[in-house]
């Protein structure tokens, strides 16, 4: 599924929000929004 999500994006330029518990699952995203205890931790670069 995420190789779907991956040419989606790439072809149609389609903005995909995915929420993973699979760090594996996880790294194939541009960028990774982290929760903690409900709260956005902030990146680090």
Same mark, same amino acid.
């Given at each position: 599924?995420?190789?779907?999500?991956?040419?989606?994006?790439?072809?149609?330029? %389609? %903005?995909?929000?995915?929420?993973?518990?699979?760090?594996?699952?996880?790294?194939?995203?541009?960028?990774?929004?982290?929760?903690?205890?409900?709260?956005?931790?902030?990146?680090?670069?």
């Amino acid at each position: 599924m995420v190789g779907v999500f991956t040419r989606l994006h790439r072809q149609q330029g %389609t %903005t995909i929000v995915m929420v993973a518990h699979d760090v594996a699952v996880a790294a194939a995203a541009d960028r990774q929004v982290r929760l903690l205890a409900r709260r956005v931790v902030p990146e680090v670069p």
